[in-house]
Each structure stands twice: as structure tokens, then as C-alpha cells.
């Protein structure tokens, strides 16, 4: 079955540690995302990625790093320069080019701060 | 910059009822448009889309029509069950060098009972 995992499904964490979540795709897709979900609130871009070793940032990329070495795997570091990281993070994929006009979401991981 | 309005919910509808959940957009030029739909707990999953002026999507019962004149993408069901409660985002797209950037409005929370 082709798709998006994410891991953990559920991640606790003290305040000052950078915590670290995984996306991996078997889609063969170049570009990967990912987005912030707040309660009550849409989806915000923290950051894109559209080939190996390259990524952009997104609307809220402050307080977040990624890496892009594999083109299946986009994970996303959450840094404790992070100011409110408590949210439910959700990843990614698309084609390029034409076919870049539909993302696929996989399950989320739900961060929670303690 | 592009945005999009979705009604507020919750909307609670009884099982078999009409289900309308209203969304307006504000774009440059005519971006693809679609619907997500959010279990409990889960990510989202592409419930329907529309790639220009006119087209209607639809999937699992749910239709929408992309209206240019109205700049609307309005969701519509005939007779909901009790597996739609969800919650549902309108969302637009625009192209980012090859990727693309989703822009969400802020969910509506659908709640169907018997």
C-alpha cells in the first residue's frame, strides 16, 4: 500500500528539548510538507520541501528545522526556540509540476509540551 | 494574499438531513479548489476537488461546484449519516516554483445524529 507514515502518533515532551518527528512516503513523490494545526484553526505551512537536499520556508518556520537527505523521508525538528509547540503536526506529499495540485496527508502526530 | 472563509460550526444535522457548509475564496487568478475531510484523531484525507470554473467534484455522496461568480465552493451532501461527523476544510492551492502551497480555511465541524 502506498502512502504517508508518520511517527509517533502521540509524543510528550519538557519544555527546552528539541523533539524530532518522522514522515516517510512510498508515494515516489518530490515534494513534501509540512503543516501546524492549532485547535479550532486551519492548517499553517511550517516548511516545503521540492527535491532532495533543498526546502523552503513556509508561513511559520520559526522555531523549526527540517532535512530533506531522502527523497522518502522529511522529517521535522521542533527546537525549543519554539515558543508554543503544542499542536497537531501533519505532513505531506505531492508530484512537481502539474501534478503538484493535490497534496496527500498522512495520520498526524499530536505533540504535547508538559 | 489568497484566503478562505468556511461557516462556523458546529453544524449538527440529523441523520438523512441536506448538508450545506458554505466557502468563499480570495485568490489571484483561478486556483484548483478543494475539500478535506478530518476524522477524530486522524489527518486529512482529499474528500473532493475542482480545477476550474464550472467543474463539479464529488465523492462519497459530496459534491461541490467551483463558482467563479461567486468565488464560492459551497459543499453539499443530500442525506448525511452519522459516519460524516468530521471536521471538514475548504482549501485553495497555488503553485510554488514546482511544489504548491494549500491554503485552509478554518474547518467546520460536522456532528450527525440518529
Known amino acids: 500500500d502506498g502512502g504517508i507514515t508518520q511517527s509517533p502518533k502521540y509524543l510528550f515532551r519538557k519544555e527546552g528539548q528539541n523533539v524530532t518527528l518522522s514522515c516517510e512516503q512510498n508515494?515516489?513523490?518530490?515534494?513534501m510538507y509540512w503543516y501546524r494545526q492549532d485547535p479550532g484553526q486551519g492548517l499553517r505551512l511550517i516548511y516545503y520541501?521540492?527535491?532532495?537536499?533543498?526546502?523552503q520556508k513556509g508561513d511559520i518556520a520559526e522555531g523549526y528545522s527540517v532535512s530533506r537527505e531522502k527523497k522518502e523521508s522529511f522529517p521535522l525538528t521542533v527546537t525549543s526556540a519554539q515558543k508554543n509547540p503544542t499542536a497537531f503536526y501533519l505532513c505531506?506529499?505531492?508530484?512537481?509540476?502539474?501534478?503538484?495540485?493535490?497534496?496527500?496527508f498522512g495520520p498526524g502526530t499530536r505533540l504535547t509540551v508538559l | 494574499g489568497n484566503s478562505v472563509t468556511q461557516m462556523e460550526g458546529p453544524v449538527t444535522l440529523s441523520e438523512e438531513a441536506f448538508l450545506t457548509i458554505n466557502c468563499t475564496y480570495t485568490?489571484?487568478?483561478?486556483?484548483?479548489l478543494f475539500w478535506y475531510v478530518q476524522y477524530p484523531g486522524e489527518g486529512l484525507q482529499l474528500l473532493l476537488k475542482?480545477?476550474?470554473?464550472?467543474d463539479k467534484g464529488s465523492n462519497k455522496g459530496f459534491e461541490a461546484t467551483y463558482r467563479k461568480e461567486t468565488t464560492s465552493f459551497h459543499l453539499e451532501k443530500g442525506s448525511v449519516q452519522v459516519s460524516d461527523s468530521a471536521v471538514y476544510f475548504c482549501?485553495?492551492?497555488?503553485?510554488?516554483?514546482?511544489?504548491?502551497?494549500?491554503?485552509f480555511g478554518t474547518g467546520t465541524r460536522l456532528q450527525v445524529t440518529l
Open positions: 482549501a485553495l492551492i497555488s503553485i510554488t516554483g514546482t511544489a504548491s502551497k494549500l491554503t
Open positions: 520541501s521540492q527535491i532532495v537536499n533543498d526546502f
Open positions: 475542482a480545477t476550474k470554473a464550472d
Open positions: 508515494l515516489n513523490h518530490d515534494a
Open positions: 485568490a489571484t487568478g483561478y486556483p484548483s
Open positions: 505531506a506529499s505531492s508530484m512537481i509540476g502539474r501534478g503538484a495540485d493535490t497534496q496527500y
